[in-house]
């Protein structure tokens, strides 16, 4: 399936959009779920293989709904953000389209197919993770990884 130029992704903005496409822009790799470290100097942000231990092995959150209770530092994102979006990975949907670039491929509105995420490699449980309740935070720093953007 190919997405055809009046996708609504390439003719809203993300301010536009209603709140089912929104949600639809997720493509569900859950890599905004892993534990990040941020620079105090430089503001840098850097990705650990820590995740969030509300994470389930299809890469959903399971207390979707709870989650700002149960973990008030969760992030959630809503189109008055998105000039703080620098911090999501350069694969991310909604950073793409803050920045004015198109889908990859795999994504799923794009592909038709929600397994394409993870068989292109971008979805976090395709890689070694450790939930952020089974190691100490202090130790965090020590789990810095880097995403390759394909």
Not at 42 to 68: A, K
Not at 89 to 98: M, N, Q, V
Not at 105 to 128: F, I, M, R, Y
Not at 141 to 146: A, K
Request: proline content about 5%.
């Amino acid at each position: 399936m190919v997405a055809d130029q009046t996708a609504f992704w390439r003719v809203k903005t993300l301010a536009e959009m209603t709140k089912p496409e929104w949600e639809s822009l997720c493509d569900g790799c859950a890599k905004c779920c892993l534990q990040k470290l941020q620079d105090d100097d430089t503001e840098e942000v850097y990705y650990t293989d820590v995740v969030c231990r509300y994470l389930t092995d299809q890469c959903r959150c399971s207390c979707y709904e709870q989650r700002q209770q149960k973990v008030p530092e969760c992030v959630w994102l809503t189109p008055e953000d998105v000039d703080q979006f620098h911090w999501l990975p350069g694969t991310c949907a909604y950073r793409l389209i803050a920045e004015g670039k198109d889908l990859p491929e795999w994504h799923p509105l794009v592909s038709g197919d929600a397994n394409t995420v993870k068989q292109a490699g971008h979805a976090v449980v395709c890689h070694p993770l450790v939930k952020d309740n089974e190691i100490a935070e202090d130790d965090w720093q020590d789990r810095l990884i880097e995403w390759v953007e394909r």
